[in-house]
């Protein structure tokens, strides 16, 4: 009945009689009773369920709080209580039958538990990441459908003669879909409907700018909460190895008795690196540096040779574009291919090598080979999409007429040519090393999935979905399909191939790293670009929602001025002249920012600080509970000597008895002593804290109380 | 609303909801696989509240708990009497601490019961030893599992004791971060 096992023993140890423990717990009850009876309805909910008791305790801890509440609102209305009550419960009953009809239809929940219970948390968290990355394009699709192509469905644009369906569309992008809605060519800059005005021009610009920054601020939420929970100092060593690392989720045999072996290892290495903290020669110190020096000039010179390899083969796809402008033959259009398909190769190969340069490497933390691999596969993606980033922004506006469509019909194509070779990854990868590592090579093993290199192309895809927003606002649809189709490759190639990992790694770490990846260069990178087409680029001439204006943005002036000039309402030309227009404000955000930070900086600095204080101060706590703990003994022996030579008090053995009664293995070490820790009838979450002022409290008292009796 | 179930009554399952992190459906579902270890024990038909406990042996036989290490510490720390034999609530209060919806200071606190194999509210280093031979199969030597054991009281007691408690374990706690995932069982 108590908070913890032994928690009314502990009080028996101390020489109190069953009787005073009970009274102990019950009062400890009724102190619980009152402060939940104070809370409001979901505050009280949420206390009762973190109660560290039994079933049957919180449910008798309930029904209290229901009576004692009732009682206290008991003789007046009654009637209007009770309907309140059965109208918040009501609710209650609503609201919870929501959550399960929710969780009902969450995607994928028993996949999701089959993944992490034969191969582990990390491995589920990649399966998580793409979850939540299907959300996002979900959503960007529901809003461009919804307010972009649909009223261009309704009213669509007067379309020049369309190619013919050729089959070659369908991974080209090209032809017959070029004037389809799938493009930013396919939109008019037209208003629709009389009545009120439905003006394409500001729904194509609001829809996406209203999707990006939803997105930013999801991210950044999510990027800060991760961050948070998962980057607190943490520690790697036995005692955490032993206690909070076993992952209780794994229910497949061959998985746990991979995780034992490798906590063997792990445990085995940790107790020999004490003597292994060698001492390495300064020249052996030298050549590492120079390994690592070599590594990384090698890894950078691959990056910006692929990076000049795509810059360049993308001029020359131009040259051949615009010499056929107008007669687009089969063979033209599939060399479009060309390019997407050296993208995707390099992306392909080029992690491969680094992963085999990387061997060459030795790391003295594991953890740091990791980061080194994903920085590495992160600047290689990065400098790919920079450089084809600025082929579209540079060369295409002024090569090719209808050029926004043109980026679109790119980005399309790397988008497909990308998932085919995810499913041939996938298959080359894992496929064919699980057959060559149990058939023809042993040695090599079967395969891990690698979660580094899975998560980074996830985000190497999302990165091309966000930039292609802009220029086919159907390119969401087409991420989402791919996505779906991922889940059960991966799935299947997963159960089918892979061995659950065999280090325990930090998945928590690993998470904020992908979702800060995923705001940083990511999210970052493709806004900054959406931001300067539609600040600096001009759109073309003939196609599109903002054909004839300057820069995209105009859309947004004229409109303001239109509204100014109707003066019907003033206030969002107002901001918009005051606030987005003008540069001051800017200058005042950011200023108020910086000195933010900076406060929060210092108070951050002020906790670190304290911890360590509080930490000294837990130490010094132990050492005075030793020291008086040592103090009660000799002073409880010299009593029991004196004690001796007079009359022998009752009591004392009495209640030893009692105790003995209750308890009889008790721990040694203290047996002469009258008690040991008390435990505190704490109210709330907390377990007991065993404090040492409660401990002379109650020794004072007892000691007052027998030399009372022994003065009578 | 919805269909009819006999298995509870509505009040029953309002304390249920309120006192665990669980919904109706899956209390339900619960019960469900709680009757499927022992059919002829475990009534259909709860609404008056029947005294039914599970041995130990059946329950770790669930397929969730029947590789895991800590099986029988899990279904004892959740038992009344210490045992391991599990009514319908103790059941339930298992697996809703196991979720993922419980918070980290609840899970501590019976993570620590788990681990607290003599149940004197001190992880001290025989229970270390006893975690220890759980998860690596006993296949390190005496002296291996001594010295790591050593190691652990040294790095997480910080009054000095030479044994954890609770506080030096919540500290520990604290700092891992991949906590609150990996004590997590699905059901």
Partial sequence: MSLFPGGGVALGKLGLTEEDIMDEIESGKRDLVKELVAMSSREQIQAIRVLPMCLED????????????????????????????????????????????????????????????????????????????????????????????????????????????????????????????????????????????????????????????????????????SFQKNFVLSTTGSAWRLLCSWDFSITSEKAIRQRKNNLRVQLKESLSERSQRAHISTSAKLKQFGIHLGTWLISTALALASCAAIYYLGLYNLEVIKDSQDSISLLTEASTLLLPFVVSLINLIIPLLYSLINKTEKYSNPRTQIYVIILRNVFLKMGILGILCYYWMYNVPTTISCWESFIGQDLYRLVIIDFIFSMLESFFGEFLHNVIGTRCLPSLGV???????????????????????????????????????????????????????????????????????????????????????????????????????????????????????????????????NVIKSELFFYLISLIILVLIFFFWQITQGRKLLITLLREQIVNEGKDKAFLLDKLQKLQKEKQTTASSQRPYRQIPQSFDRRQEIEPDYDQDFEDLPGRPLPEEDTGPVGPPFTSALIQAMMARRQAEEEEEEGY | MGNKQTIFTDEQLDAYQDCTFFTRKEILRIHGRYHELAPHLVPMDYTNEPDVTLPLALIVNMPELKENPFKNRIVESFSEDGLGNQSFNDFVDMFSVLSEMAPRELKAIYAFKIYDFNTDNYICKEDLEKTLNKLTKEELSAEEVNLVCEKSIVEADLDGDNKLSFADFENMIARAPDFLSTFHIRI
């Avoid at chain 1, 009550?85 to 399960?100: I, L, M, P, T």
């Avoid at chain 1, 008019?188 to 003006?199: A, L, M, Q, R």
């Avoid at chain 1, 649809?477 to 191939?497: A, D, E, G, H, P």
Wanted: net charge positive; proline share 4%.
């Fill in chain 1, 58 to 225: 919180k449910k008798h801890i309930r029904s209290q709080v229901h009576d004692s509440k009732l009682s206290k609102h008991g003789l007046q209305l009654t009637c209007f209580t009770d309907c309140s009550e059965q109208v918040s419960r009501s609710f209650r009953r609503c609201g919870a039958n929501v959550v399960s009809a929710r969780q009902a239809m969450k995607l994928w929940q028993g996949t999701m538990k089959e993944v992490g219970g034969k191969f582990g948390t990390s491995v589920l968290s990649y399966f998580i990441f793409l979850k939540w990355l299907l959300m996002f394009n979900v959503f960007s699709f529901l809003i461009n459908f919804g307010f972009v192509t649909v009223p261009q469905l309704i009213q669509p644009p007067n379309k020049t003669a369309a190619v013919g369906f050729r089959g070659l569309e369908l991974l080209t992008g090209a032809g017959y879909f070029n004037q389809t809605v799938l493009y930013y060519g396919g939109y008019s800059n037209g208003t629709i409907g009389n009545e009120p005005v439905y003006d394409m021009q500001l729904a194509y610009f609001f829809t996406i700018a209203a999707y990006l920054v939803l997105c930013a601020v999801s991210l950044i939420y999510s990027v800060a909460r």
């Fill in chain 1, 447 to 577: 395969p891990e999935f690698d979660i580094a290199r899975n998560v980074l192309d996830l985000i190497y895809a999302q990165t091309l979905a966000w930039i292609g927003i802009y220029f086919s606002p159907l390119l969401p649809l087409i991420q989402m399909i791919k996505l779906f189709l991922m889940f059960y490759l991966k799935k299947v190639s997963l159960n089918q191939n892979c061995q659950p990992p065999r280090r325990s790694g930090r998945a928590a770490q690993m998470q904020t790293i992908f979702i800060a990846l995923l705001f940083f260069p990511s999210f970052v990178g493709a806004l900054s670009m959406v931001a300067y087409t539609v600040w600096s680029l001009k759109p073309s001439e003939h196609c599109g929602p903002f054909q004839g204006l300057n820069i995209t943005f105009e859309a947004v002036a004229l409109w303001m001025d239109r509204q100014g000039s109707v003066s019907e309402s003033m206030w969002p030309v107002w901001i918009y002249n």
